[in-house]
């Protein structure tokens, strides 16, 4: 069995010595076995766990959810739910830029061979133009109210300290968490969740979604068809087949 030093283990993933050291001071990467010098030795096995926490990480999970996912049951079902996932992103994002260029094509044959455009044309490449995946609409429009939202709190913060107005602070939390509420419906209701154990999609009670663990790409939460509990996979809520 190979021995890797903390060096050799960070070239072979393309991390930084640092990010390895700090991997094993939060317990999620420890090493094989010490020298009699005192270093640390990785074995293959380090290597391949290393591997998967850099892949859990271009999911955008924090280290403490992949912790938990390697501690738990079923660590290769999330995974491979996860890629499962994404497979399927990148495939729907392949055959709507192929829909876009048939149009594309169609229209520009259309305007070479006539002087006006069929309406139908129109319409098809304003449906795909337009067919942003309602998982992503509901990201973005997240993110844009949230920013505004964020620099209004501050602003108002800002002139009860250095003013000792307090009231803007006051009206403004109100509208914000009013808006807040609004957001977080709007995510429950476009969102779906796949359980690693059984495959099957479902939809949680509004509760248990709200005060869930969760990553932006899982949540903790236990299947409706199976009883499993542990991280779930987000997916669309119009996909649920249940």
């Not at 192929?98 to 044309?121: D, F, G, H, P």
Request: charge should be positive; hydrophobic fraction near 40%.
């Amino acid at each position: 069995m190979s021995k890797y030093t903390t060096g050799e283990l960070a070239k072979l993933c393309d991390v930084s010595v640092r990010t390895v050291q700090f991997y094993d001071t939060k317990e999620l990467l420890k090493p094989t076995e010490l020298s009699e010098g005192g270093r640390r030795l990785y074995s293959d096995d380090d290597l391949e766990k290393l591997h998967l926490i850099c892949l859990l990480k271009t999911f955008g999970l924090s280290l403490d959810s992949i912790k938990d996912v390697l501690n738990s049951e079923t660590p290769n079902k999330v995974l491979l739910l996860l890629l499962e996932e994404q497979a399927r992103q990148i495939n729907a994002e392949i055959e709507k830029g192929q829909k876009q260029i048939k149009v594309i094509e169609a229209v520009k044959t259309n305007l070479r061979n006539s002087k006006t455009i069929q309406v139908n044309s129109i319409n098809d490449i304003d449906h795909i133009m337009n067919g942003e995946r309602k998982l992503k609409k509901t990201y973005r429009t997240m993110f844009a109210i949230g920013i505004p939202m964020d620099i209004i709190e501050i602003a108002t913060i800002y002139i009860w300290i250095t003013k000792g107005i307090w009231w803007p602070f006051a009206v403004s939390m109100l509208i914000i968490i009013g808006i807040a509420v609004l957001l977080i419906k709007m995510y429950y209701k476009n969102t779906a969740y796949i359980c690693p154990e059984c495959s099957s999609k479902f939809k949680p009670r509004f509760k248990a979604f709200f005060f869930s663990n969760h990553t932006p790409k899982m949540r903790k939460l236990t299947c409706t068809d199976c009883g499993h509990k542990g991280w779930c996979v987000e997916t669309y809520s119009s996909e649920v087949q249940k």
